[in-house]
């Protein structure tokens, strides 16, 4: 990494006392005193991913609710590329005045940063937590071409072509990047990392057989399972999902512990007032607490969840931390 570890740990402190004291904002002239009021126009939903993918679908699911609420449409917009970072970028840089928001998976913000040599906005100090929305484990595929039905069989498989089986990401430090290196780790097992923009490009490379294996929400996996296209070699969850229970998780295929699960939340950029923050986050907290969404939300294989903003802050740099931890210990490199 380029900082010391107390350099980072500095950086945590002081991103922690911002986001905990009125979260870092800095009053603009008339927003405080219309947060009552807000929205009074639409709102931009900015997605990091392709459409299509668990975190876009997500957006929109909550964008709907969240129209009926304000009664001011909520534009969802795709912003895919570079693990994130663009559509990440384009939020930081708005105007904190709340019509500007953003949807993204942990990945985003608590991995991809490691893996940038010029980032272009600080993600503990530049976008503001505003609530976790949801939550939704992983599931390991293949494509039917690669010819394997279980992990076991994956494993032994590559074990006897090192380096020879491709598995696609949707870029380097992302969440998806981290969960294949520690299953490699754990499996004794050397598998060929190709990143990609986004999930929705990798996953039409792995249903044509370009590309061997990935991990996907179950949502965006169910319909290409049912054709034929992917084959679903575990969950990654520590319990079995309700949608597909004759799948098994990675832990009981001889991985004990072993979890790839995935939390969306929405930020803000630095400088939202604490009054607009706490409205946002209030109304947050009603959606996902309703059972419209939660059902909508369930189908797709993602649980509902509520959280506050400060939640959601300690969440974020507690598994900040502990990721800079992870690729420390993986000895995974910077792109």
């Not at 639409?42 to 975190?55: D, H, Q, R, S, T």
């Not at 500007?100 to 993600?123: E, H, R």
């Not at 999902?241 to 072993?258: L, Q, R």
Request: charged letters at 20%.
């Amino acid at each position: 990494m380029r900082q010391s570890r107390n350099t980072r740990r500095r950086r945590l402190v002081c991103a922690a006392a911002l986001l905990a004291g009125g979260l870092g904002s800095v009053a603009l002239p008339g927003i405080a005193q219309t947060a009552g009021n807000f929205p009074e126009r639409p709102v931009k939903l900015v997605v990091p991913y392709a459409p299509g993918g668990a975190v876009d679908i997500t957006a929109r699911i909550l964008g709907n609710e969240l129209t009926k609420l304000w009664g001011h449409q909520v534009l969802v917009e795709n912003k895919p590329g570079a693990a994130g970072m663009i559509a990440a970028s384009s939020v930081a840089k708005a105007a904190p005045d709340g019509y500007t928001l953003f949807i993204t998976d942990d990945g985003v913000l608590v991995s991809m940063p490691f893996f940038q040599k010029n980032m272009p906005y600080d993600t503990l100090t530049d976008l503001v937590p505003v609530g976790i929305v949801g939550m939704f484990p992983y599931m390991l595929v293949a494509s039917s071409a690669l010819k394997v039905k279980s992990l076991s069989e994956l494993v032994a498989t590559a074990k006897t072509r090192p380096g020879g089986i491709d598995y696609a990401t949707n870029g380097v430090g992302s969440t998806h990047h981290l969960v294949w290196e520690r299953f490699q780790r754990a499996a004794g097992i050397t598998l060929n990392h190709i990143p990609y923009k986004s999930a929705a490009p990798a996953l039409q490379d792995v249903m044509a057989g370009r590309v061997s294996l990935m991990i996907v929400a179950v949502s965006t996996a169910l319909p290409y399972i049912k054709d034929g296209r992917l084959v679903s070699l575990a969950m990654g969850s520590l319990e079995r999902s309700p949608i597909m229970p004759d799948v098994p998780t990675v832990a009981e295929s001889g991985f004990p512990g072993f979890e790839a699960i995935a939390w969306k939340g929405v930020l803000a950029p630095k400088g939202i007032p604490p009054a607009l923050l706490e409205k946002i986050s209030s109304d947050l907290q009603k959606v996902t607490q309703l059972p419209a969404y939660r059902d909508a939300l369930a189908q797709r294989g993602t649980e509902s969840r509520t959280s506050t903003a400060q939640a959601m802050s300690q969440r974020m740099l507690g598994e900040y931390e502990r990721t800079r931890a992870q690729i420390k210990s993986l000895n995974i490199k910077e792109d």
